[in-house]
Structures are given as structure tokens and as C-alpha cells.
């Protein structure tokens, strides 16, 4: 055998390399994605978790129960409370019973009849200790609900008798009656959410722990029924025929769960995906590419972001101290600049165009009037500051730039060197607990909003016996009587002023820098039509209140 | 051989142990529980969950069970250790040995970890095995090739190649190969659920690739290495002075004998590249046990983050007796030493 030449060694090295490769390449591409007429590809970050409407709280768990289910009421694109399962609801005298009137002929995508007995099972389920579902809270105004939950499932006399005492029942097939511990005439907005889902008794006990994965246990009243589930890669839908409402124009909806979204966005640009969520450090990118830059849709969702400070520590007990932190917060450059744009600048709480907001120019970016508060301040100036200590999540990767340029913009314009302490997120959540040890500032706080009603921004959040304002020591007892006052009044009329004036209340105490309100960008394919974007849908445009009409038309 | 492969096995039952307390102890060092949300739960619903998962037991030894139950008259024993050991740590050593590796806390006891290592396990495998393959089938042949042309233009390439290999991060490799294949040759990025099922399933080949760049690239560099010092011994010479054809002599006399420290290292690699990597996981979206396993410990789900550390544990002591086995047929002077 001769000696082989130099260019054959090379050939068949470069070869081994391209024959391995190649034969990857060529039989990688017959994965290619079947493309239906009329299924809308929604990509989708995180697969959750727990699909199972009585034990979730994320909305990416919510964004698959909701197409599956619906509840008593739903909201229109102008997020007024309207009828869903419930075709009407009448209070009492005093607003502590609620009374659902269901639609007559009301059914499953299956055609088997809806009952308003399923609604209380709903109920019941969520309340369930025995459940352990992570929202059990947001129905504790409903009567017994919070004794329930708080009992030892292995006490079986008093779990019997606190099952027996909720205040929830069902008298015939359309009616169900809700007896509330106080007025709250917010409540048939509470009928809106995932915990009113009528998933099945006897479904959920024939699946067992994990029902919630076969689709066939899910049987559901929503525009659209859950059928299949894969576990972290995909969950399809078909239009319901049996929907009340009428049958939706698409035939039915995917989620693709990837959790790279530059990966996702190179999948819509093939034409593999109609809707993208676009990730924060993705946005420049699709902003500047003339290809994407058309498709982006961008809208406010119901999420405020503040500069968190403990109110029980130094300095921040000091009221001009936060004013000049607040006043020192450039937050056009933040959202704009610093975070590419995902966000928009606020300086109140509720979400401007959310019902009972309000907008104010108090403690907007400043730097002289920064100055002259801190000096203001019993401390007169930042050399007689205690050290200060800016928390944040180093989950993101992103968050230690944004820290670094907030730290940097106090010391320009304050003069405070602020120390940063990254934070793993569950410790972070940890810390948060009381406010012994809740950051002295951290950057962000803030609250994704459950259901469109300011008792859900300001009673659950600010009042003196909240969990949240507890934790950090906010109490306002002026806040309180207001709110209390507007929770317990049916007329929104005269609810909404008495809100507003509590979110003045709240703009003036600063009890932490209001900043942003979060945005969602997506990029929608050129086909898709028939849907309006609303705070809501905090995963993708037209997800609660679209989806009868949302179209695509693929050319 | 027999005797020596139980013996192995056997010593695996310490090393779980021991995987399991030191896991155990930096889990509970971290702050923050599994029932730990951002919208909090209620204080009541925490105390239940952590009755029915036991979490509210103590984690080493329950002395106070035990001095309680001696002031209560109880001698025996078994059951004095028994309320002892009644701990968060010994329950769930005693599930680990009758192989129940206890429910997934983020899905509130809905899923078993053993279901999960079941469900997600074969695709981090598969995954793994076409990595360690590529790594084999390319780097043995390029490191040979590059000995063999020490010097010369091939063995330039060769190494620039595998320098690449080491210094390119998968994340940007994997990007950049997704990206070409869909914008030069119209391949999605997005595979179908179906296309992870299969054993022999195409979606393996590109992330599998990825994967094994890196390891790819050592081997090469190893084998070069090696087959270079072997070049040297004296027995190539007699063997080449024998008359013995080229051929002959690279596979039967060089080859074989570099191959040792290669086989030494491809074991430990295997179970390396098994076990999942949450970055190819994430961009070519296989549902596979890494990025599940990564993902618990934010979310302090204690069981998962314990069993799946088992079971890599148990994995990687497994590819090492693999690995010790198959010295023997590979160098007689260790097989008859046993």
C-alpha cells in the first residue's frame, strides 16, 4: 500500500467531518412543520408547571386554561365584566349574596350539559385544602372559604363540617348562589377567573394526581378544547363546537413552548410560528430589522413595576428621602434606553386606562428637585446617609446592567454610592417576607393584576392589613376607610372617585417609586386578523378577548 | 471479574447515601421553600402542604420524638430509632431504597420523580449518545490522521478545528447552525412533539452534534497526543522492522495502545453528556431531563433536585465500572492483575 498523499489525508479527514454533518442536514430537514389552513402557532416561553385551573396562578398556566374554560363572566376588549357561562347576576340588598342566572342549553365541547353544580365544585375545589392550589386567597370572600383552606385535611370532623359551611350552592341546574363575607360588589369579576373553571369531579378523580395532562380529562366549556399535551414541547386546541357564543373562525390554536426567543423568532421569519413573544433583549433586534420591524405589536399590559423600599428601615422611613429617589429616576432612559423599550414610564399605580386610575406629574424625573429633597430630608444631604443597599433578582442575566446604570444615575445625581446585592430569585422572595429583612431597596416590586377592578390594585395591595404592604410597612389609615368605603359600594359611579382619590393618596406617601408599567411585544404574522390587544393578555395579543374572532388567512 | 463487578455495584449504596446528605444539607442552606411564590400563598395552605409532604418534620434527627417517646416508657429499641429517624433526611433515604424518589413539589405532588426521570431521561440520553458517537467517530480518526501527519497542513487543520471545538460555546454554535439550516436550507427551527419519540429520530442528530463538539474536540486532541507518544515506543519499531504491513501497525499496535487514555476519559464524558444540558435543551427544544433539573433549584423543588442528583450520581459510578470493565479487553496486564 502506498504512502497516501498529503491531500488525501486532509480529503479524508474534512470527509469523516462532512459525511457525519451532512447526513445529519439532509434527514434533519424532513421534520419539516405541517402547516393547517386555519391552526394558529402561538409560541409560548415556559411550559408550566400545573395545568389544572383549582391549584394555578401563572399566566402561562392561565393562558392554556382560559382557551379551555370559561367562567361565569368574562371581560369585552374594554375589560368591562360581561356574561360568560352566566347570562346575568343580581346582588341582594346588603352585596353578600351573589346570584348567578346560567344560560339555559349551556354545555361541554363534548354536548354533555353544563351544570351550575360544576361551578360550586369549582369552588369547592379551589377552597379544598386537600387541593393545596397556590391561589386559594383570591376567593376568601366568599363565606367559610378561608376556615376551609385552614383546616387539617386529617381532622375529618372539622374538614366535613367546614366543607358543609362554604358559602357556596347550587339550588337547581342554572342557579348558584355565592354568600360573600362583606360587600363586594368586585365579586362577579372574581367569577371571571380560572378558579371558577367547571373541570369535571369525577374526571379529576378517574386521572388522578396528573388528570390535568390528558386532554380527554379536560373536557371543557371554552371557545376552544384542549386536544393534546405534550409535555414541555406543545398543547393543541380545536374550536368548540358547543361554544355558547358561537363557533370560533379559527380551527384551532398550538402553543409552542421554546424557550429561546431568538430561536422562536427565526421560526416565524421561516413561517413556522404566527405569533412571537419577544424577549426584552430581543426587541432591538426586531425593531431594526426592516423584515420584522412592521410585524411587532406592542401594547401596555396590568402590571406596575415600582423601586421597592422597606418603609420601616432608615433612610427610606424619611418621606423626602424617597421623593428624592423618585425624583431621581430618569425612567424615559430606563424604559427607552436601558431596557430597549419593553416598558412605559408611569408615576401612579394603576395602569393609566384601567378603571379607578389616575394620572399625576408628581415626582417625575428631576434632578435639581432630587437634590433639594434630600436636603430637605432630617438628613440634609447625602454625606449623612446610613450605607444603602439596592437589591435585585439575578435570575435575569439583564438585571445586573439595569442595577449598575440605576446605582450609577443616584450617585451622579444624588450623591449616594449605593452597594448592589444580587439576589437568586426564591431568596429574593424569601426576604420579602417581613419587613425585618425585606431589601432595604430593590429593584423592582410590583403587582400583575388578577381581575380589572381597583379593589384588586388597591385593597389587596395597600391596605394596612395586607400581606404586601405589610411586608414592606406601608398603613395609611385615610387609604384604608377610602378603599373599604369604594369595596362595599355596587354604583360604579361612586366607587371609581373614591378609588382615585386613594391612588392620589398612594402618589403622595411614594411608598416606593412608582416606575413602569410592564409591555408585551409580539411579533404577529402578515395573515393574522380579528383581534384587538388588551392589559390582559399578558402572553399574547388577543388571548381572553379575541378568540372568537381572531382569523388568519395563510397565503 | 464477576466478584469485582458486585463489588463495585455495592459500593454504590454509600455513594448514594452520600450524594443524598450533602445534597440534602447545601439544598437546605439555600433560602427560600418550594411553596414560595411571588403572590404569597396563605399561611394555613403552607403549614398543610408541608404536612402532606413532610416537610415539617424535623431534617436530620427528631430528638424530641425520641426523648418524648422514652419519657412515654418506651424501650424498645427499633422503635426508639424509628421515632428518631422519623426525619425529612431518613424518610426519604428509606423511599430512595424501595426506589420511590418522591413526588415533584412545582407540580404540588402531582408528578413522581421517577416519572419524570422516565419521561425526560430517554431524550437527554438519546441526545448524549449521538454526541458521544460523533465524538468518537470523528475525534479518533482526526486525532490518528493528525499524529500520523505531524506537522504537515493536515494536522494544522485538524487542530485548528478542535481548538474551535473547545472555544465555541454550544450556545453559539447551536445558534448559528439553527439559523443557517433554516435560512440557507428552509429547515424549521421548531421540531414536532412526534419527532422526540422515536428512538432513531432525526430531531437526535443536530442537537446530539452540538453536544458533542466540545468532547468531539478532546478526543482528537487526545488521541493525537497519545498516538504521537506510542509512535516513539521501541515495539512500533520491532513491529515495523518485522516487516508488518502500515496498516497493520497503525491499527493493531498504535491504535489499540493510544486508545487507553481515551476510553478513560470517553466514560466519564458519556455520563457527562447523558445526563442533559439545559442549553441545547433550551434552544432545540427537547424535552429532556436537564433543563428540568436546572430549573428545580429555583424553584426549590427539594425531591427533584435530590432524586435526579441521585440518579446522575448513579449514572456517572455506573460509566465508570464501564469504564474499568472494558480496560481489560483492551490491555491484558490489567485483566490478569485482577
Not at chain 1, 416598558?343 to 406629574?361: A, H, K, M, N, R
Request: aromatic content about 10%; charged content about 15%.
Amino acid at each position: 500500500m502506498g504512502k497516501p498523499a498529503k491531500g488525501r489525508a486532509l480529503l479524508l479527514a474534512i470527509m469523516s467531518i462532512v459525511m457525519v454533518a451532512g447526513g445529519a442536514f439532509m434527514t434533519f430537514g424532513q421534520g419539516a412543520v405541517a402547516q393547517d389552513a386555519k391552526i394558529l402557532r402561538v409560541h409560548q416561553v415556559t411550559f408550566p408547571d400545573i395545568a389544572d385551573p383549582h391549584r394555578a396562578s401563572f399566566s402561562n398556566e392561565i393562558a392554556i386554561l382560559a382557551l379551555n374554560y370559561e367562567g361565569l363572566t368574562r371581560q369585552d376588549s374594554e375589560l368591562n365584566t360581561v356574561p360568560a357561562a352566566a347570562e346575568s347576576w343580581d346582588f341582594n340588598e346588603d352585596l353578600t349574596e351573589l346570584t348567578f342566572h346560567l344560560r339555559a342549553g349551556l354545555t361541554y365541547s363534548d354536548g354533555s350539559p353544563l351544570t351550575a353544580e360544576r361551578f360550586r365544585f369549582a369552588v369547592e375545589r379551589t377552597c379544598d385544602p386537600n387541593t393545596a392550589g397556590q391561589y386559594p386567597s383570591i376567593l376568601f370572600d366568599i363565606v367559610g372559604c378561608a376556615e376551609f383552606n385552614g383546616t387539617d385535611p386529617a381532622d375529618t370532623a372539622a374538614y366535613d363540617a367546614a366543607k358543609a359551611a362554604l358559602g357556596v350552592s347550587a339550588p337547581d341546574d342554572q342557579t348558584l348562589v355565592v354568600n360573600l363575607v362583606a360587600p363586594a360588589p368586585y365579586f362577579p369579576t372574581v367569577a371571571s377567573l380560572w378558579v371558577f373553571y367547571p373541570a369535571q369531579q369525577e374526571l379529576i378523580e378517574q386521572g388522578g394526581e396528573d388528570w390535568w395532562k390528558d386532554p380527554a380529562l379536560q373536557l371543557g366549556n371554552g371557545p376552544f378544547q384542549m386536544t393534546s399535551f405534550d409535555d414541555t414541547l406543545q398543547v393543541g386546541f380545536t374550536a368548540n363546537e358547543y361554544y355558547w357564543g358561537g363557533r370560533a373562525l379559527l380551527d384551532g390554536i398550538e402553543y409552542v413552548y421554546q424557550g429561546e426567543s431568538s430561536i422562536a423568532i427565526e421560526a416565524w421569519r421561516a413561517g413556522d410560528l404566527d405569533i412571537v413573544d419577544v424577549d426584552a433583549a430581543q426587541i432591538p433586534v426586531v425593531t431594526s430589522d426592516p423584515a420584522l420591524s412592521a410585524n411587532v405589536v406592542q401594547y401596555a399590559v396590568a402590571s406596575t413595576y415600582t423601586l421597592s423600599m422597606n418603609l420601616t428601615q432608615a433612610p427610606f422611613d424619611d418621606i423626602k428621602v424617597r421623593e428624592a429617589f423618585s425624583k431621581a429616576f430618569d425612567r424615559e432612559t430606563y424604559c427607552g434606553i436601558i431596557r430597549n423599550g419593553d416598558c412605559t414610564p408611569t408615576l401612579s399605580w394603576i395602569p393609566v386606562g384601567l378603571p379607578g386610575s389616575i394620572e399625576t406629574d408628581l415626582f417625575g424625573f428631576d434632578p435639581e428637585g432630587a437634590v433639594a429633597a434630600l436636603a430637605e430630608s432630617s438628613y440634609g444631604g447625602a454625606e449623612n446617609l446610613p450605607p444603602i443597599t439596592l437589591y435585585f433578582s439575578s435570575n435575569d442575566t439583564a438585571n445586573t446592567a439595569r442595577a449598575e446604570w440605576v446605582a450609577g444615575q443616584f450617585r451622579d445625581i444624588l450623591g449616594v454610592e449605593i452597594t448592589l446585592a444580587p439576589t437568586e430569585g426564591t431568596a429574593l422572595v424569601e426576604l420579602r417576607k417581613e419587613p425585618s429583612t425585606f431589601p432595604q431597596l430593590l429593584l423592582v416590586g410590583g403587582w400583575i393584576q388578577d381581575y380589572p377592578d381597583p379593589q384588586n390594585w388597591l385593597s389587596v395591595y395597600f391596605t394596612c392589613d395586607a400581606t404586601f404592604a405589610q411586608r414592606f410597612g406601608y398603613c395609611n389609615e385615610a387609604f384604608d376607610e377610602l378603599v373599604n368605603q369604594a369595596d362595599q359600594l355596587a354604583d360604579p359611579a361612586e366607587r371609581m372617585p373614591l378609588y382615585q382619590q386613594a391612588s392620589e393618596i398612594l402618589v403622595n406617601d411614594i411608598p416606593g417609586p412608582f416606575l413602569y408599567n410592564g409591555s408585551q411585544v409580539s411579533l404577529v404574522a402578515d395573515g393574522v386578523t380579528g383581534f384587538t390587544a388588551t392589559p390582559l393578555d399578558v402572553e399574547w395579543p388577543g388571548q381572553f378577548t379575541s378568540l372568537l374572532t381572531i382569523d388568519i388567512e395563510r397565503s | 471479574m464477576l466478584q469485582f463487578i458486585i463489588h463495585r455495584l455495592l459500593w454504590l449504596i454509600p455513594v448514594i447515601i452520600v450524594v443524598a446528605a450533602v445534597t440534602f444539607a447545601l439544598m437546605l442552606r439555600a433560602p427560600g421553600g418550594p411553596w414560595d411564590l411571588e403572590k404569597p400563598m396563605p399561611p394555613s395552605a403552607i403549614e398543610n402542604l408541608n404536612k402532606q409532604f413532610g416537610l415539617d418534620k424535623p431534617v436530620w434527627f427528631d430528638t424530641q420524638g425520641f426523648s418524648d417517646a422514652r419519657d412515654a416508657g418506651v424501650r424498645n429499641p427499633i422503635t426508639l430509632a424509628g421515632e428518631l429517624l422519623d426525619t425529612q433526611f431518613f424518610n426519604y433515604l428509606g423511599r430512595v431504597f424501595r426506589g420511590d424518589l418522591g413526588p415533584t413539589y412545582a407540580s404540588v405532588g402531582s408528578e413522581s420523580v421517577q416519572d419524570v426521570i422516565k419521561d425526560k431521561f430517554p431524550v437527554s440520553l438519546r441526545i448524549g449518545l449521538v454526541a458521544i458517537t460523533f465524538a468518537v467517530l470523528v475525534g479518533i480518526p482526526l486525532g490518528l490522521i493528525s499524529a500520523l501527519r505531524q506537522n504537515t497542513s493536515v494536522d494544522y487543520v485538524c487542530m485548528f478545528l478542535s481548538t474551535l471545538g473547545i472555544a465555541v460555546p454550544t450556545f453559539v454554535s447551536g445558534l448559528i447552525l439553527l439559523i443557517f439550516m433554516s435560512r440557507m436550507l428552509n429547515i424549521s427551527p421548531i421540531r414536532r412533539p412526534d419527532e422526540w419519540h422515536g428512538f432513531f429520530s432525526t430531531a437526535y442528530l443536530l442537537p446530539g452534534m452540538v453536544l458533542g463538539l466540545g468532547t468531539t474536540a478532546y478526543v482528537t486532541r487526545l488521541t493525537r497526543a497519545s498516538v504521537l507518544e506510542i509512535k516513539q515506543q521501541d515495539f512500533i519499531r520491532t513491529a515495523r522492522a518485522k516487516g508488518l504491513s502500515r496498516t497493520n501497525v497503525t491499527i493493531k499496535h498504535i491504535l489499540r495502545n493510544a486508545l487507553l487514555p481515551v476510553i478513560t476519559i470517553i466514560g466519564p464524558a458519556a455520563a457527562d453528556l447523558i445526563t442533559g444540558s439545559i442549553i441545547i435543551e433550551n434552544i432545540f427544544g427537547a424535552p429532556g431531563l436537564g433543563s428540568s433539573f436546572v430549573t428545580s433549584i429555583g424553584k426549590r423543588d427539594y425531591s427533584m433536585l435530590v432524586g435526579v442528583t441521585i440518579f446522575y450520581a448513579s449514572l456517572i459510578a455506573l460509566a465508570n465500572i464501564l469504564v474499568d470493565i472494558s480496560y481489560g479487553f483492551l490491555d491484558p496486564r490489567i485483566r490478569t492483575s485482577r
